[in-house]
């Protein structure tokens, strides 16, 4: 509905027709959907799951690194040794985002350069993950078999990763923004959905009082 309104307000924009009909029509709200993320044991549990076959091992390697950076599947696949800097001690992630063009400048979590790190010396311009960047086979079922191996009964894709982090960061949503390399703060608002686990601790965080049976009615 929000598409056709648009269309509608350029056309009147354009001259094509005099007013906008849908300018008192209220946009269509979608039921919310919950989408499954993952928590860090079963991050750990994914990770510790081996694979049959050197792809799938990429593909196990390069879901784990977009769990700790957020990192899409087109940045993984587009994601070059150039794009890991190292200062100093630490290590930092710097790349244009495929699909913003934005520019996602952080560090690296120890866990995201550890899953990368062979040991081995690489050009600039080789891809971190080469047999990802190759393929155009649809690998979202190779992800779904490697979670149902791990015995992790939930519906997971390559978006999984970055919901995830969203989800596990505890950080300022302006933070989380940036990592993600949203545009728009309610974007990120989106892909952050909180655990029961994290309700159940943060309930039961909340300071008790002595309550007197007989003060109560």
Not at 27 to 49: F, G, N, P, R
Not at 165 to 175: H, T
Not at 180 to 207: C, F, M, R, W
């Amino acid at each position: 509905m929000a598409v056709i309104k648009f269309a509608l307000y350029k056309a009147v924009r354009d001259n094509i027709i005099l007013k906008k009909p849908a300018v008192s029509t209220k946009t269509v709200k979608a039921e919310e959907k919950i989408h499954d993320i993952l928590t860090t044991d079963e991050i750990e549990k994914l990770y510790k799951t081996p694979a049959d076959s050197e792809f799938r091992e990429e593909i196990k390697r390069a879901f784990i690194f977009a769990c700790y950076t957020g990192l899409r599947i087109s940045d993984l696949k587009t994601l070059k040794w150039e794009n890991i800097e190292h200062r100093g001690d630490k290590t930092h992630l710097a790349k244009i985002q495929t699909k913003t063009k934005r520019k996602v400048l952080s560090e690296l979590h120890k866990t995201a350069y550890e899953v990368i790190n062979d040991n081995k010396l690489h050009n600039r311009d080789d891809y971190v993950f080469p047999l990802l960047s190759s393929t155009n086979t649809n690998i979202n079922r190779y992800l779904k078999q490697w979670a149902k191996k791990a015995g992790i009964d939930k519906n997971i894709g390559w978006h999984t990763a970055r919901r995830s982090i969203a989800s596990l960061l505890k950080a300022d949503p302006f933070i989380i923004k940036e990592i993600l390399g949203h545009h728009d703060l309610k974007t990120t608002q989106k892909y952050v959905q909180v655990s029961e686990k994290a309700i159940s601790e943060a309930i039961n965080a909340l300071p008790e009082i002595k309550i007197e049976k007989e003060n109560i009615g």
